[in-house]
């Protein structure tokens, strides 16, 4: 199986010529690529890339690292889908904020080469299950190294996203869900069958509620939380009363005499 997956570390070529890299990048000619990944390090860059890949309905996969490299992301996006990154974007870019802005002249970004290496792998990872099908494929997952904290969540598309393109391919996935035939799944009860009873037990009809409370006996006055196992049913009001034999002073030959008359 032969699949093809562009890497991105720079928007700028990939925005000139998207369609050449996307809808013919494959090994085969004329193929569309399998995944496009993200590797850029500015918002601006992943909003071009994010306005490319929903204007071909490329899949893509988006990662990053925080300024101050100690906590990074991961972000599968399949345009129509789930969520793409204008869907739920940053406050600097819904606020039409111009990021270079809010760099300060003579401050970098920290670099911390171990979280840029796990958040690497973790997207290495999650293209493998996406690409060879094992696994489950995050469509969000954090990392966060001051806590080793991971967070994952998944977000269903925005309806009113700023990029049209992403709302025609909204449009298009409901279309083709609602085309997919409909599987009815029907549970059938398995009569169970005993080989051998030689006991006899048979099942019967429930006990009325009515029926049970007139074999139980009276529940006592407990805290709240606290519940009676089981209860001692009440003594019959009119119990049958002992039959008794009257004396005699007959002899018992004379009483088996009269047991052989009858």
Known sequence: MLIAVLVLCSASNFMQTSDTYCSNGALEEG???DLVLSCVDNFEARMAINTACNELGQIWM??????????GHIQLIIPGESACFACAPPLVVAANIDEKT?????????SLPTTMGVVAGILVQNVLKYLLNFGTVS????YNAMQ?????????????CSDQNCRKQQEIYKKKVAAQPKQ?????EEEIVHEDNDWGIELVSEISEDEL????GPVPDLPEGITV???IPNKAENPVAEETVAESEESLEELMAKMRNL
């Open 31 to 33: 193929k569309p690529v």
């Open 213 to 216: 409370k007139a074999a139980s």
């Open 148 to 160: 080793d904290f991971f967070p994952t969540m998944a977000m269903k598309p925005n309806p009113q």
């Open 139 to 142: 469509y969000y997952l954090g």
């Open 184 to 188: 009815e799944v029907t549970e059938q």
């Open 102 to 110: 809010l760099k300060r002249e003579g401050v970098c970004a920290a």
């Open 229 to 231: 196992a089981y209860t």
């Open 62 to 71: 988006e990662s990053g690292v925080s300024e101050n490299a100690v906590s």
